[in-house]
């Protein structure tokens, strides 16, 4: 099993860019969240799904889309790119949210 | 709300001293408790966890942490730090959903 994987690695964007932020897992966990990471802060949960086709928002999801048409994968949409969404974007899977959460590798974005 | 306070930004341990690092949480009703533990460049991985039952949990890596609902506390001990231990240490609580600390990083003196 590959886990929770997580695509591209690093990405640069201008301000007013969009972009997706790919996740994936192959567990058939039905439980995935979208979380974000910045210095002193610890990790801010954006987006979460309890199955596919439903979604619900977290501590900070202004600025970011997702959706969940199929249980393997979880998109998190930047629709236009702002410096303060510089940050390491962290996907996680897990069987429920009462679940241990398994967590991808991480993406570092950076805005310009 | 639910809300985590990790007291300590960075702690300096001798390698082989014991380790306790604080985590206090503020939650309505009886709260889920995790402790997750990030390498350097790493995703999160999970060290234990505390749903209900005996209140001592035992975890991963020769780590535990005893929940206190008194003191609103989840602490993490280890008895003998090692050198690869070094990391930062996460305490997490939920149940609607995750809610992080700021984390504790550790850092191991030979």
């Known amino acids: 099993n590959a886990g929770v994987t997580q695509t591209p690695k690093f990405q640069v964007l201008k301000t007013g860019q969009s972009m997706t932020l790919q996740c994936a897992q192959d567990?058939?966990?039905?439980?995935m969240s979208w979380y974000r990471q910045d210095p002193g802060m610890g990790l801010r949960l954006i987006h979460y799904?309890?199955?596919?086709?439903?979604?619900d928002q977290g501590e900070v999801p202004n600025g970011y889309n997702v959706s969940r048409s199929t249980t393997e994968d979880f998109p998190l949409r930047l629709l236009s790119a702002a410096p303060s969404q510089t940050s390491v974007y962290f996907c996680?899977?897990?069987?429920?949210?009462?679940?241990?959460?398994?967590f991808g590798p991480g993406t570092r974005l950076t805005v310009l | 709300a639910q809300s985590v306070t990790q007291p300590d930004i960075h702690i300096t341990v001798s390698e082989g001293a014991s380790l306790e690092l604080r985590c206090n949480y503020s939650?309505?009703?009886?709260?889920?408790l995790f402790w997750y533990v990030q390498s350097p460049g790493q995703g999160l991985q999970l060290l234990l966890k505390?749903?209900?039952?005996?209140?001592l949990v035992q975890g991963i890596k020769g780590f535990e942490a005893e929940f206190k609902r008194s003191q609103s506390s989840f602490n993490l001990r280890k008895p003998s730090v090692h050198w690869s231990d070094a990391a930062e240490y996460f305490c997490?609580?939920?149940?609607?959903?995750?809610?992080f600390g700021a984390g504790t990083r550790l850092t191991v003196k030979p």
């Open positions: 996680a899977s897990s069987y429920s949210r009462y679940d241990e959460q398994f």
């Open positions: 567990m058939n966990h039905e439980y």
């Open positions: 799904s309890v199955g596919a086709g439903i979604t």
């Open positions: 939650y309505g009703a009886t709260p889920y």
């Open positions: 505390y749903f209900s039952g005996d209140t």
């Open positions: 997490a609580v939920g149940p609607k959903f995750l809610r």
